[in-house]
Each structure stands twice: as structure tokens, then as C-alpha cells.
T-cell receptor, first 114, second 114 residues
């Protein structure tokens, strides 16, 4: 399978714990996006990378959230000191830079904070 | 924040009928894209229309774009039960108009009655 993969698919954590999600984009894609989606809503933009550079970070992304893409390939999204309001589906997508082409999404990581 | 607003929020039609969804956005764009999401799954790209295009077709899909009104419509002809899903428009802003991440609306939930 050469699509976007996310790991884990599901994560249940206790409030106050840290969690880290991984995204492996399509190999030739240099853009990588993170979104958060709650039930009945559209994906909310969190951040995106062009290669290893983080080009934009939403104001939704509090200082408890951090994302990295150290070698311009896979990316990680870490949430520190999780809160119940962090419960959501976290989606990763990748695309080619040139021509602002379509984004290909992974299946998402569903986070439940209890 | 979300750039696009889809209308209606929910739509229920009979199989075989045509479904029309609308999207309005706020800033100048490079292109506008439509995605489909089946329940609990990742998003799938349907069609992309660039700011210098007015209409585009792909199979049973027809997309229009009116940049003067900052609006787009998605028409699905001869609907099928398998078209039941949420549909989102997403915009890529013009370079220099702020960062150009892909920003989604809140979606239209389409139900096709057999």
C-alpha cells in the first residue's frame, strides 16, 4: 500500500498523559498536513510542512501541541498533558507542492481522552 | 478557522435524483477542491477546479466556480446509495494572501434514500 498511513488508528489515554501520533506520507509528496476533526465538523487545519519546514501553524494549536517532520519524510504530532477537549480524529494528508494538487488523506488516528 | 461554508448542512434525496451542494469562501484562492468522507473514514479527493476555470466535469460530478461571488457548487447526477457521505469543499489561498494551506468547510451530509 503506497497511500498515507497513520499510526496508531485508535488511542485511549488518561487526561494529563502525553500522546504521539505518526504519519507516513506518500513518498514523493513534499507537503504534509495535520488536521483535527470532531463529530459532524469539517477538518480543522492544525499545521503543515513543506519538506522539513513547518510553514504554518494554526492558532488552534496550543503550546501543548507540537509537530515535527525531521527529515522531510514521516511526521509526528505530539500532544502534551492531554485534556478531554483533545478527543477527536487527527488526520494527516500529503500532497505535491507544485500546482497545489489534491491532498491524499490517511485513515486518521482517533484519540479518546478519559 | 474554516474558510468555506457548505450549504445545505444536510441533504436527503431519492436514488437516481441529482444532488447539488454549494460552498462559499472568503479569501482569494488558487484553487478549490471537493472531498468526500464516508463515516469514520479519511477524506477522498473528488475534483479540483482552479481559479481561472469556471466549470469542470468528472464522471457524474460537475463543479462550477464563480470567483466574483466566491462560491462553488458540486452537482452529483443520477445519485446512488453509495454516494451517501459527507462532502467538503476546501480552498487553497493565493500565495501572498496568507499561507496557502488547504482549508476545509464544515461539510454537507448527503443521504441517498434507496
Amino acid at each position: 500500500d503506497t497511500g498515507v498511513s497513520q499510526d496508531p488508528r485508535h488511542k485511549i489515554t488518561k487526561r494529563g498523559q502525553n500522546v504521539t501520533f505518526r504519519c507516513d506520507p506518500i513518498s514523493e509528496h513534499n507537503r504534509l498536513y495535520w488536521y483535527r476533526q470532531t463529530l459532524g465538523q469539517g477538518p480543522e487545519f492544525l499545521t503543515y510542512f513543506q519538506n522539513e519546514a513547518q510553514l504554518e501553524k494554526s492558532r488552534l494549536l496550543s503550546d501543548r501541541f507540537s509537530a515535527e517532520r525531521p527529515k522531510g519524510s514521516f511526521s509526528t504530532l505530539e500532544i502534551q498533558r492531554t485534556e478531554q477537549g483533545d478527543s477527536a480524529m487527527y488526520l494527516c494528508a500529503s500532497s505535491l507542492e507544485q500546482g497545489f494538487t489534491e491532498a491524499f488523506f490517511g485513515q486518521g488516528t482517533r484519540l479518546t481522552v478519559v | 478557522s474554516q474558510q468555506g461554508e457548505e450549504d445545505p448542512q444536510a441533504l436527503s434525496i431519492q436514488e437516481g435524483e441529482n444532488a447539488t451542494m454549494n460552498c462559499s469562501y472568503k479569501t482569494s484562492i488558487n484553487n478549490l477542491q471537493w472531498y468526500r468522507q464516508n463515516s469514520g473514514r479519511g477524506l477522498v479527493h473528488l475534483i479540483l477546479i482552479r481559479s481561472n476555470e469556471r466549470e469542470k466535469h468528472s464522471g457524474r460530478l460537475r463543479v462550477t466556480l464563480d470567483t466574483s461571488k466566491k462560491s462553488s457548487s458540486l452537482l452529483i447526477t443520477a445519485s446512488r446509495a453509495a454516494d451517501t457521505a459527507s462532502y467538503f469543499c476546501a480552498t487553497v489561498r493565493l500565495a501572498g494572501g496568507g499561507a496557502d494551506g488547504l482549508t476545509f468547510g464544515k461539510g454537507t451530509h448527503l443521504i441517498i434514500q434507496p
